[in-house]
């Protein structure tokens, strides 16, 4: 045997005892884990106005599930409508869970500061941090609109105090 075909093979042997140690199954007898999120109406896009949020749950009534929704005026990234500035946010800082609730400032088109240790958040680029302690983006509820409704699909990031977004 050569010394290519001996390491390609030690490989593959690894690499299958790798998948089999602690669940005794193959790769192949493993279902693929995959949310599936509920499809929400959450507003009319008609009855939005700019810099005016407007609060809801998603994707369930669980903890920290409390989110909003904005028309920024400006285009942002996820932004849905004509002019793609409609954007949805989890209300909840990703450092320690700090309440954003009512903290949207329409100046800087950000959330925050946050009460307990001041992180921003910009909405123009997906929650990305402006400043502060916190080290992720604030979760982003993703939006699609089907005529004048608007519907929440799913999250982009994970939501504070849960280890699935969709499981507390
Ligand atoms: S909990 Fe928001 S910055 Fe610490």
């Known amino acids: 045997m050569s010394r290519r075909k001996f390491l390609l093979s030690t490989g593959v042997a690894t ?9 005794g199954k193959a790769a192949t007898d493993i279902p693929a884990m995959v949310a599936t999120y509920p499809r929400k109406k959450i507003a009319k896009l008609s ?5 005016e949020p407007l609060n809801f749950e998603y994707p369930d009534e669980g903890a920290y599930a409390q989110s909003m929704l904005v028309k920024l005026g400006t285009e942002a990234g996820g932004g ?31 959330m925050g500061a946050c009460p307990l240790h001041l992180s921003t958040y910009d909405l123009t680029r997906h929650g990305i941090l402006i ?38």
Request: aromatic share 10%.
């Open 15 to 23: 690499t299958t005892v790798m998948v089999t140690i602690g669940t």
């Open 47 to 51: 009855a939005l106005k700019a810099d």
């Open 80 to 110: 849905i409508g004509p002019q793609k500035d409609v954007v949805a946010f989890n209300n909840f800082c990703t450092h320690q869970g700090g309440d954003l609730t009512d903290s949207y400032k329409a100046d800087t088109k950000s």
């Open 131 to 168: 400043s502060g302690q916190a080290y992720q983006s604030l979760p982003q509820v993703l939006l699609e609109l089907q005529g004048d409704d608007i519907y929440a699909v799913g999250v982009f990031g994970l939501i504070y105090g849960r280890f699935d977004n969709l499981q507390g």
